[in-house]
Antibody, heavy 119, light 111 residues
């Protein structure tokens, strides 16, 4: 079945970087854009950006430009999101979510990766 | 790009219908038929309930329906059930430099 499996929880110190992975299975990885969305504790969803796994092209939310990097490795059907210069308010659950090519919506989500930033 | 505006909470009794609003601008909700809705239970990933304003993905109950008028989109849940108690988020494509935006979220309580 179609699924996105994300890497495990991370604990980082302020100023460090974190790289979260999202492994796709059950479909053609290069046929669907991948979104990244985060959710701080008790807060709403925040869109971070997307990557086109076919071309590697990206589109980041203005807030995250210069600060987030989204990449992919098509040989292992995996997307990555790296966030640098972490601060305590980057503590959140980070999700990857698939975007079908024929409509606007995120139809399959990863289970989420908890990133905790603490000194 | 500011978040789309949703009521913080909506409640209803089992069997009733409730409607959640999602207000944006002509640059997002009003400008495109690209509104989607997500259901999120505590500790779980969001689930797509509606895409492109009013379309249901396969497997989503027909008790969920979406619509749009001007800059406001709406999600209606009819025949409210206990399992519908969750947080709901709208989302829209936008013409801004941040091309995707979520709503502030609405907590649905089944009384």
């Amino acid at each position: 079945q179609v699924q996105l499996v994300q890497s495990g929880a991370e604990v980082k110190k302020p100023g460090a970087s974190v790289k979260v992975s999202c492994k796709a299975s059950g479909y053609t990885f290069t046929g669907y854009y991948m979104h990244w969305v985060r959710q701080a504790p008790g807060q709403g969803l925040e869109w971070m950006g997307w990557i086109n796994p076919n071309s590697g092209g990206t589109n980041y939310a203005q807030k995250f430009q210069g600060w987030v990097t989204m990449t992919r490795d098509t040989s292992i059907s995996t997307a990555y999101m790296e966030l640098s210069r972490l601060r305590s308010d980057d503590t959140a659950v980070y999700y990857c979510a698939r975007w079908p090519p024929n409509y606007y919506g995120m139809d399959v989500w990863g289970q989420g990766t908890t990133v905790t930033v603490s000194s | 790009q500011s978040a789309l505006t949703q009521p913080a909470s909506v409640s209803g009794s089992p069997g009733q219908s409730i409607t959640i609003s999602c207000t944006g601008t002509s640059s997002d909700v009003g400008g495109y038929n690209y509104v989607s809705w997500y259901q999120q239970h505590p500790g779980k990933a969001p689930k797509l309930m509606i895409y492109d304003v009013s379309n249901r993905p396969s497997g989503v109950s027909n008790r969920f329906s979406g619509s749009k008028s001007g800059n406001t989109a709406s999600l209606t849940i009819s025949g409210l059930q206990a399992e519908d108690e969750a947080d709901y988020y709208c989302s829209s494509y936008t013409s801004s430099s941040t091309p995707w935006v979520f709503g502030t979220g609405t907590k649905v309580t089944v009384l």
